[in-house]
């Protein structure tokens, strides 16, 4: 592990040798072209006209190669402006950069912790890991979806909060700009189509809950998936409410295809954003993921189903404890997750509406251009 590390290093140094490029570039370990810098790239074309805007990320979530490291490491060497959504060795392992760097964190928010705050634990890093490949270093500025999650992130990233600034997501206005607009329709109707082939049909008069669950490392129970879908499917049978479950879980669980038992057709959505999924839904389930926030911001009903809470508050830890902050609204037992979303329990909104204005506040909308604005001072000013 280390020598991984000196190599790229020195690698990294090497690359140094070549010229500054006036240029912007997109590296990620996320996905092929992650969504908020998709939506970014516009504004930051029109605040940065004389700059080139480059891409470098992976084909598929997970799926490093060595050439794509040699490639972002010649990005990070050669640009002025290095945006990255996670942690991206090329720009952490090198002690010094000689353009600036940016953290775009791809989620709103942080329920479960991560990073320096998980360090150790079955679901984290090793603190000898997060030494060799200095985990989260090198970042200039850090850019927070909310401000409830800046002091999450200070622990997680191993920053101080005065690098932070809760400048919102690009997903944010998505999910509610007026100016998205045409954009929401098209990929809504794109998933509407995937939503009504995966169950074999199309509309449907059944109540529709989206279960999207975070993904797992190092969870007790293998197959936890399997077992809280069954648990949920069984649990809204009981009801006798003509209900479908849709789940959307990370691109790295093991998932099944569609299926229907006891009444109530399921479906694995593959290849389907979550994000656009969310307006399908009468209902959210989720459990420890920021999905929640998305929810919310797209004004659906969330419930969180935690039925190993208490393995999540020591693996990896929790920021926001959905049983302690939320009791109204999370429940371990599918049953009484089932009976809200049925209506024999009344879903308590006041409470999850008042979770998000605690934890948003003023960012609602406009975080594209506060975003771009913000990039175009800090660039001016090195």
Request: net charge negative; glycine share 6%.
């Amino acid at each position: 592990m280390e020598l991984v590390a000196w190599v790229i290093r020195v690698l990294y140094r090497l690359f140094c040798l070549l010229p500054l490029r006036r240029r912007i570039v997109f590296l990620s370990r996320q996905a092929e072209r992650p969504f908020d810098f998709a939506l970014l790239e516009p504004a930051l074309r029109e605040r940065f006209p004389g700059h080139e805007i480059a891409w470098c990320c992976v084909h598929e979530i997970g799926r490093m190669s060595v050439p794509l490291m040699l490639r972002q490491l010649w990005y990070a060497a050669t640009s002025e402006l290095c945006l990255v959504d996670g942690y991206v060795p090329a720009v952490s392992l090198p002690s010094s950069h000689r353009g600036k760097v940016v953290q775009v964190w791809h989620a709103p928010g942080a329920i479960k912790k991560f990073g320096y705050q998980a360090l150790d634990t079955p679901a984290g890093r090793s603190s000898r890991a997060a030494r060799a490949l200095r985990m989260h270093r090198g970042y200039d500025l850090v850019v927070a979806g909310m401000p409830g999650a800046v002091g999450a992130l200070s622990e997680a990233f191993d920053v101080p909060t005065e690098k932070i600034d809760p400048l919102g997501l690009p997903r944010i206005d998505y999910l509610r700009s007026p100016e998205l607009a045409e954009l929401r329709e098209r990929r809504y109707a794109r998933a509407e189509r995937a939503v009504a082939d995966a169950f074999g049909g199309g509309g449907d008069p059944r109540l529709t809950v989206l279960y999207a669950p975070t993904f797992r490392k190092g969870n007790a129970d293998a197959l936890w998936l399997e077992h809280a879908v069954s648990a949920l499917r069984s649990a809204l049978a009981a009801t006798g409410v003509p209900v479908r479950l849709m789940v959307a879980s990370h691109p790295l669980e093991t998932v099944e295809e569609h299926d229907e038992k006891d009444g109530v057709p399921v479906a694995f959505l593959h290849g389907t954003p979550t994000i656009d999924l969310l307006h399908l839904a009468d209902y959210v389930v989720t459990d420890y993921s920021t999905v929640a926030f998305e929810a919310g911001y797209a004004e659906r009903r969330v419930l969180f189903y935690v039925p190993d809470i208490e393995e999540y508050r020591v693996s990896p830890g929790l920021n926001i404890d959905p049983l302690e902050e939320l009791p109204t609204v999370s429940s371990v037992d599918a049953r009484a997750l089932a009976n809200s979303v049925v209506g024999n329990v009344p879903y308590d909104k006041g409470a999850f509406r008042a979770f998000m204005d605690e934890n948003a506040r003023c960012v609602l909308g406009g975080s594209i251009d506060r975003i771009a604005d913000a990039l175009a001072a800090f660039a001016a000013a090195r």
